[in-house]
């Protein structure tokens, strides 16, 4: 199978959500997760990019690619703090956007 791909049996799953642009916000992501009742041990949630930037939970944002019940694409931002480590004018406009932390790692 291809890496680019992931093929999902959705009868693996109670439910799947799919959120986007969560930038660095993962205290309202569990507030929103809990108002509508996710179950962490049979729904799924797929994340459409942008975990990080302009919130102050970015760490804990990344932290949700290592959970079971989380499936993420890469987004315009995760590919800024991969492609600012070696290119000064991506991480300048990184840095306008939001991803100041992650220079300051």
């Keep these: 199978m291809n890496t680019l791909t992931k093929v999902i049996d959705g009868s693996d799953f109670s439910?799947?959500?799919?959120?986007?642009?969560l930038h660095?916000?993962?205290?309202?992501?569990?507030?929103?997760?809990?108002?509508?009742?996710?179950?962490?041990?049979?729904?799924l949630l797929i994340c459409t990019g942008d975990l990080v930037d302009r919130g102050n939970e970015n760490l804990e944002c990344v932290s949700l690619v290592s959970q079971p019940w989380f499936y993420c694409v890469r987004?315009?931002?995760?590919?800024?703090?991969?492609k600012g480590r070696?290119?000064?004018?991506?991480?300048?406009?990184?840095?306008?956007?939001?991803?100041?932390?992650?220079y300051l790692l």
């Design 24 to 43: 660095g916000c993962y205290s309202l992501l569990m507030q929103e997760l809990e108002k509508v009742h996710f179950n962490f041990e049979k729904d």
């Design 75 to 82: 987004g315009n931002h995760e590919e800024m703090c991969i």
């Design 15 to 21: 439910a799947i959500y799919v959120v986007g642009d």
């Design 86 to 102: 070696d290119d000064a004018w991506i991480q300048d406009i990184h840095a306008q956007n939001g991803g100041e932390w992650f």
